[in-house]
C-alpha cells in the first residue's frame, strides 16, 4: 500500500461511511473530516497516553483548516468504560455547550472509542462521532460496525447502542507507537478474520505476521485493509447481530470467561484472551469431531510464533485462578449464550467457523478439564 490511502465504504444505506486505511491521515486529518462535519466543530475524546503521542499533529490539521475543537481528555484503561466516567463526560461536554451539529471525534483504543461513541449516541439524543483508532485492535474491530457500550458490574459491555461513525480514520503510522505488547493483542483480532472465512489471509498472515508486528507498513495495511473489509461485510449484512455477525464472536466466549475471571485488571489484555479462545475453540471442535487437529495445532503454533499467550497454564491450579467450572458458569452468564446451552463459534477447520447455538456445557466441562490434566 506504499503511501497510498484505501478507502472502503461500508454500506449501511443512511448509516453507511468510509473507512480510510493509510499513514498521514491524522497529520491530514482535517481534509478528510470537512465533507462528514455538520459544522466545523468537533470535541475531540483520547486519552493522556494518545493525546501526549498524536493529539499535536491532529490539532495542527483542525487549526490550519479552522475547524474548531475542544479536547476532553479521560484516564486510559478499562476502568474508564463505566458509568462514573460515562457520566461525567456526558456533563463535560454539555459544558462546552456543544449543539446537535457538533461532532465527537474519538481518537485512542477501543475503551475511548467505545465510551466516545456510546456518549455521542445519548447525548441530545445523539449526535455525529468519527472514530480515528489508534490501535490495531481498534482499527480491525471495534472502530468499525458502530457497537458502542460501556461496563457494569455484571459484565463488560452489557449497556450500549448501535451508533454507526460517520467515518473511520486508520492511521497506519499510529500504530508505530503503540506497545507491542498491544499490537500482538489487536494481531489477534487480525487472525480471526482468516480463522472465521478466509483461509488465503490466514496463510499471508503465517507469512507475512512477524513483518507486520515489526512494523512493516506495506504488511500492516494490507492487514488492517483485508480485516476492515472483512468486518464491513459481516456488518453491512447483519448489522444488529441477529445472525452472521456473531461469527466475530470466535474465540470471544471462552475469552469474555478468561477477562471475567481475572477482573480485566491488565494480567490479560482482551487480544491476548481471544488468541487463548481462538485455539480453544479450535480444540474444541476437533474434539467433537467437527474439525481437522492439525489446523488448531496450525493455529497454535503461528500464535506462539509470533508471541501472544495460547494456554491455560494455570487453570484451576490456585484457588485465585479461573477452575473449568468456574469458567463455563461464565460463560452461561455471557449475554451472548442461550438458554441452558452455550452458544459458541465452533469451525470445521480454518476459514470455515460455524455458531453453534446447542453446546452442552457438560462437553465444555470435561473438555477444559482435561486440559487441566
Ligand atoms: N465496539 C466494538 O465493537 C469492540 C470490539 C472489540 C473490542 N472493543 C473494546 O475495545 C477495548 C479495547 O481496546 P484497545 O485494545 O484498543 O485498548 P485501549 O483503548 O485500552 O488501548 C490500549 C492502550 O494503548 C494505549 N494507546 C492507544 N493508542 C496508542 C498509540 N498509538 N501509541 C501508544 N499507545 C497507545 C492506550 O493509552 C492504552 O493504554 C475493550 O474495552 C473492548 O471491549 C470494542
Ligand atoms: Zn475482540
Redesign the pocket.
Known sequence: MNGAIARLGVELAERGYDILVGSGLIADAARHLAPVLKRPRVVIVT?P??AA??LGAFGASLDAAHIRHDCLVLP???AT?GFARLGRLLDDLLDLRIDRNTTLVAL???????IAGFAASIVLRGIDYIQIP??L??QV??SV?G???VNTRHG??LVGAFHQPRLVLADLD??L???RR?LL??YAEVVKYGLINDPAFFDWLEAHGPALLAGDKAALGHAVMTSCQAKARIVAADERETGDRALLNLGHTFAHALEAETAYDGEL???EAVAIGMVLAFQLSARLGLAPAADAARIQGHLEQVGLPTKLPRLGQATALPTPARIVDSMASDKKAGDGQLTFILTRGIGRAFIARDVARDQVSAFLAELCN
Open positions: 486519552d497516553a494518545v503521542l498524536h486510559a484503561g478499562e468504560k485512542g483504543g477501543g475503551v475511548i472509542g467505545d489508534t490501535t485492535l481498534a474491530d471495534s460496525g457497537k458502542t457500550a463488560k459491555n499510529a500504530l507507537t503503540l506497545p498491544e493483542a489487536g489484555l482482551h487480544g
